[in-house]
Nanobody
């Protein structure tokens, strides 16, 4: 069971970026996928979570209206589309999977990707 997050990079404020979370060893269908981030010197925080049961749940209010989650079951991949990026979005982003139910607590997720760095800077 493995998750691999990718797609991070250095962008300017106002730019868009799409992160990918590809699963191997299991099928993502049926799983809740959470995106978390950890900024330098800060604790990890839940950003949002998507599940077939609950739709999308936003945990970081600052991303609502800018970030969306989607999935491609054929590719066994979940995406985090980030628009209108701000400097405060700079962080390492992680995807995590748990069966069916979303949660804002990382400890509830047994499966994690390795993280991908997103830097928003002019």
């Amino acid at each position: 069971v493995q998750l691999q997050a990718s797609g991070g990079g250095l962008v300017q404020p106002g730019d868009s970026l799409r992160l990918s979370c590809a699963a191997s060893g299991f099928t993502l269908e049926g799983y809740a996928i959470g995106w978390f981030r950890q900024a330098p010197g800060k604790e990890r925080e839940g950003v949002l979570c998507g599940s077939s049961r609950d739709g999308t749940t936003y945990y970081a209010g600052s991303v609502k209206g800018r970030f969306t989650i989607s999935r491609d079951n054929a590719k066994n991949t979940v995406y985090l589309q980030m628009n209108s990026l701000k400097r405060e979005d700079t962080a390492v982003y992680y995807c995590a999977a748990r069966w069916r139910i979303c949660s804002s607590y990382g400890l509830h997720f047994p499966n994690w990707g390795q993280g991908t760095q997103v830097t928003v800077s002019s």
